[in-house]
C-alpha cells in the first residue's frame, strides 16, 4: 500500500468546527454565484456610463459566462496541481481584486477584459466549496450540509437582481462591484484560518493534458458564447453564432473522445460511472435549467409587461428565496425517513404544478398573485437542490471529488445558460406565433373586432376628429394586441418549465434507494 493509500484509510477529522468551515466556504461561493445575476439589471445603466450600446455591454456578461464556464470544468485539476486551499485562497483574492478592477474601470473594453479574468477565479470557488464540505462532512452530514450551501447557489441567483436594481437605481453600478471587496476580504481572513486540506488530497504534479485542455476551452468558451448572444444574433441565421455552434461542437465532442482514451486526462469522466453521480447530474442540470429560466422570464415579465423598475422587479424573487430557506431544514428531516430519490421526484412534481399555476398569466395581474406564483416555482427547490447534491456524491470514491465537484457545478451552470436561452428565444417565437393567431381576429370582418372599435371611438370623441378618433381606437387595439400576445408568449415558456419538470420525475427512479444521502441501499 502507497503512503498516499495509507493516507486515505486514515480517519481524518478538521481541526475546527465543520458548520464554521462550510459557513465561510459558503460565504465565498455565495459572492461569485451573486455576482454572475446582480449585473444583469446594471447593463444599460453600463452601457450610458461607458458611451456604449446595450449589445456591446452585453460582452460584459459573456466575457463572464466564457471564463467560467471552462474554469468549472478544470477546477478539480488546478486543485490538485496547485493544492486545493491554495487554489481556493488564489479564486478569492483574485476575485476580489478583479471585482475592485472592475469598479474603476473608465471603458468597456477594460470592463469586458476585467470581467474575464473575474469570470476565471470565480470559475473555481462553487466547486471548492462543495469538495470541501464533502471531505469535512461524513455523508450522515453532508445533507445538512448542503442546506448551507443552497444559499449560495439558491437565493443569491434570487437575490442578485433585487440587489443589483437597488444598488444601481440608489448609488451606481460600479458600487454592484465594490460591494465584493469586504466580502472577499472577510472570506480570504478566515479560510486562511478555518480551512485545511486532508492528507488525501496533498498537492500533487500532475501531467498537463494539453489536448485535453485546449478542446475543454474551445468546446466550452464557444457554446458559453453560442448561448449567451445567439438571441440578439438571430441564433444560426447569423455567420458568427453557426460558427461558434460547430466550434462548440467539435470541441465538447473531442474533449469527450480524448478524455476517455487520455492516461492522464485534465477531467476524470470515470465519476459518470457511478450511477447515482450520473443521475444526478442530469437532475441538476434540468433544476438548473428552470431555475435561471424563472430568475430571467419573471423579472422580464414585470418590467416589459406591467412596467415595474428594476428594484421592484427583483422584490417579486426575494420572498421565493426565505420559502427556500425556511423548507430545507424541514427537507433535511425529510430526508431521514424518506428515500432521497422519493423526494426528489415530489420536488419536481412540485416545480411542474408551480409552473403550470404560473402560466396562467393576465396583462394586469397584480404583484401579490406574481409573488405567490414564483414563490410556488422555488418552493420546490428545497426539495431537489440538497438531496440532489447529497445523493450525487453518496457512492462516489472521495479520491474523485475534486473532478466531480467541478463537473456536477458545470452541468447546473450549462442547463441554466440552456434555459435562459430557450426561455429568452421562446418569449420572441412564441409572440409572433400569437400575433399571427390572433391577427385574424383583428380585422374589419370579424364583427366582434368592429365592435371594439367602435366603443373605443365613443370614449374618445371629446375635442378630436373623427378620422383621428379612428386612427387611436385602432391604436389602442393593437397595443392590447401586442400585450395579449406576449403575455400568451410568457405563459408558454411556464408551460414548457413544467413540461421539462414532469419529465425528469422518471430519471429520478434510477438513482439508488438511499435515505440521508448514505450509500447503503434500502
Known amino acids: 500500500m502507497t503512503a498516499v493509500d495509507q493516507a486515505r484509510e486514515v480517519p481524518w477529522k478538521p481541526k475546527h468546527n465543520p458548520w464554521a468551515i462550510a459557513l ?158 469586504p466580502v472577499g476580504l472577510i472570506a480570504v481572513f478566515f479560510v486562511s484560518v478555518l480551512v485545511e486540506d486532508p492528507p488525501w488530497h496533498t498537492k500533487t504534479s500532475r501531467h498537463v493534458d494539453y489536448i485535453g485542455l485546449s478542446l475543454i476551452t474551445l468546446g466550452f468558451g464557444c457554446l458559453q458564447v453560442t448561448l449567451d448572444r445567439g438571441e440578439d444574433q438571430d441564433w444560426l441565421g447569423s455567420p458568427f453564432i453557426r460558427t461558434m455552434a460547430v466550434l462548440a461542437m ?95 421526484a415530489a420536488g419536481f412534481i412540485v416545480m411542474g404544478c408551480g409552473f403550470v399555476y404560473s402560466s396562467r398569466l393576465t396583462p394586469n395581474i397584480d404583484f401579490t398573485t406574481l409573488v405567490i406564483m414564483r414563490s410556488a416555482q422555488t418552493a420546490a427547490l428545497a426539495f431537489l437542490f440538497v438531496p440532489i447534491s447529497t445523493i450525487a456524491y453518496a457512492t462516489l470514491p472521495r479520491e474523485l471529488n475534486g473532478d466531480a465537484t467541478a463537473l456536477f457545478t458545470m452541468f447546473r451552470n450549462v442547463g441554466g445558460s440552456i434555459g435562459i436561452s430557450v426561455a429568452t428565444a421562446m418569449i420572441t417565437e412564441r409572440t409572433q406565433i400569437h400575433q399571427s393567431y390572433l391577427a385574424r381576429w383583428a380585422s374589419p370582418f370579424h364583427q366582434p373586432f368592429n365592435e371594439l372599435i367602435a366603443r373605443s371611438e365613443r370614449t374618445l370623441t371629446a375635442g378630436r376628429a373623427a378620422s383621428a378618433v379612428h386612427d387611436i381606437a385602432v391604436g389602442n387595439a393593437y397595443q392590447v394586441f401586442r400585450v395579449q400576445a406576449a403575455v400568451l408568449a410568457y405563459s408558454d415558456v411556464y408551460l414548457l418549465s413544467a413540461v421539462v419538470a414532469f419529465a425528469v420525475v422518471p430519471f429520478c427512479f434510477f438513482l439508488s434507494g438511499t435515505k440521508g444521502g448514505g450509500g447503503a441501499v434500502h
Open 24 to 181: 465561510v466556504v459558503t460565504l465565498a461561493a455565495f459572492m461569485e454565484v451573486l455576482d454572475a445575476t446582480i449585473v444583469n439589471v446594471a447593463l444599460p445603466h453600463i452601457a450610458g456610463s461607458l458611451s456604449s450600446t446595450n449589445d456591446e455591454a452585453a460582452w460584459v456578461l459573456t466575457s463572464y459566462l466564457v471564463a467560467n464556464g471552462i474554469v468549472l470544468t478544470i477546477s478539480g485539476w488546478l486543485s490538485a496541481v496547485i493544492g486545493r486551499k491554495r487554489y481556493f485562497l488564489i479564486c478569492i483574492s483574485m476575485f476580489t481584486v478583479c471585482s475592485f478592477l472592475c469598479g474603476i474601470a473608465n471603458s468597456l473594453p477594460q470592463l469586458i477584459v476585467f470581467r474575464l479574468l473575474q469570470g476565471f477565479f470565480g470559475g473555481g470557488l462553487q466547486p471548492g466549496q462543495q469538495s470541501i464540505i464533502l471531505d469535512t462532512f461524513p455523508p450522515e452530514k453532508r445533507g445538512a450540509a448542503f442546506g448551507v450551501t443552497a444559499i449560495a447557489t439558491v437565493v443569491a441567483p434570487v437575490l442578485g437582481p433585487t440587489l443589483g436594481g437597488f444598488i444601481t437605481d440608489t448609488y451606481n453600478w460600479r458600487w454592484i462591484f465594490f460591494a465584493n471587496l
Open 250 to 344: 467539435l470541441g465538447i465532442l473531442g474533449a469527450i473522445s480524448w478524455l476517455l482514451i487520455a492516461k492522464r486526462p485534465v477531467v476524470n469522466l470515470d465519476v459518470f460511472k457511478d450511477k447515482n453521480f450520473a443521475m444526478g447530474s442530469v437532475c441538476m442540470a434540468a433544476t438548473g435549467a428552470v431555475l435561471y429560466a424563472g430568475a430571467v422570464v419573471t423579472p422580464l415579465f414585470s418590467q416589459s409587461i406591467l412596467g415595474y423598475n428594476a428594484t421592484w422587479a427583483g422584490l417579486i424573487l426575494s420572498p421565493g428565496g426565505i420559502v427556500v430557506i425556511l423548507l430545507i431544514p424541514i427537507v433535511s428531516q425529510l430526508m431521514r425517513v424518506l428515500q432521497t430519490r422519493f423526494i426528489i
